[in-house]
């Protein structure tokens, strides 16, 4: 039987995986994986407790959390097409169109 | 049996998710997200939430990483010599610390609680599937409801975002 907080420690690692990501690379894109890396680690968590604690409400949150991060993705991706049609690199530390 | 499998699929997500954020070619980087998400989806089946599981498949896997892997072959990115943030040190430093506050939090957590209504025999007489139908469209209709009517505001955004300027706004600019 494995316990609870063998399941919370690999969802801290990798939620910490995926701040590190959003923090240090440059692609815009690879940003937006490392926030998927960060939902997943949040539907890791509410999985594990849902099964744990014997309750249902943990894994319709984590269906809710799918579900956004589909829209999430979406709009992302099609801000990223918008922003290299206009010719601008598609890295965050040299986007600074909203900047004055 | 479970424990190998738990160990299996946590330290292959593990790894996944560490190479997700340090490979060099965005493709590659799509592909260890891709193994990323079919392990946790492994970790999914293990805790007995078997349509969480298929959903992460589906869904995840079939839609939002195929959107990102659409994205990358149309933009056809070039590897940039240097891949990491300017200034990244400045950050690596305090999500390691929150990364340690997060483990001396959770080390001294006792993780209990009051049970819920659904026991684990409950749940398996009937499968997954049916106890998440009857709690999602009983007491979580409201919410369901709520997320359709994001997931329309959502595809409306990504068209009128991604749509390519025609005449009459071209010339407006």
Redesign the interface.
């Known amino acids: 039987?494995?316990p609870?907080?063998?399941?919370?420690?690999?969802s801290?690692?990798?939620?910490?995986?995926?701040?590190?990501?959003v923090?240090?690379?440059?692609?815009f894109?690879?940003v937006?994986?490392?926030v998927?890396?960060m939902l997943?680690a949040a539907?890791?968590n509410l999985?594990?407790f849902?099964?744990?604690?014997?309750?249902?409400?943990g894994?319709?949150v984590?269906?809710?959390v799918?579900?956004?991060?589909?829209?999430?993705?979406?709009?992302g991706?099609?801000?990223?097409?918008?922003v290299?049609r206009g010719k601008i690199s598609?890295?965050?530390?040299e986007m600074n169109l909203l900047k004055w | 049996m479970v424990a190998f499998f738990f160990a299996y699929f946590s330290l292959v997500s593990i790894l996944a998710g560490a190479l997700t954020v340090a490979l060099r070619n965005p493709v590659h980087c799509g592909i260890a997200l891709l193994t990323l998400l079919l392990h946790v989806a492994g970790l999914f089946f293990l805790l007995n939430a078997e349509f969480l599981a298929i959903v992460q498949i589906i869904v995840y896997v079939g839609a939002i990483l195929v959107l990102y892997l659409f994205v990358l072959m149309l933009l056809n990115l070039k590897t940039d010599e240097r891949y990491l943030h300017a200034r990244y040190p400045l950050f690596l430093v305090p999500s390691v610390l929150g990364f340690a506050y997060l483990l001396a939090l959770m080390l001294q957590s006792p993780f209990g609680g009051s049970k819920g209504d659904a026991p684990v025999p409950a749940v398996l007489q009937h499968g997954d599937t049916y106890a998440v139908g009857i709690k999602m469209f009983s007491d979580y209709l409201l919410q369901f409801e709520i997320v359709g009517v994001f997931l329309l505001g959502a595809i409306i955004g990504a068209i009128v975002l991604a749509k390519t300027p025609t005449g009459a706004d071209a010339e407006q600019e």
């Open positions: 039987m494995v609870l907080s063998a399941y919370v420690a690999v801290a690692v990798l939620f910490t995986t995926g701040v590190i990501g923090l240090i690379r440059r692609n894109i690879i937006l994986m490392a998927e890396i997943n539907n890791l999985v594990a849902s099964h744990y604690l014997d309750s249902m409400a894994q319709i984590a269906l809710f799918i579900a956004i991060a589909g829209g999430e993705a979406a709009v991706l099609a801000i990223i097409i918008v290299f598609t890295n965050v530390d």
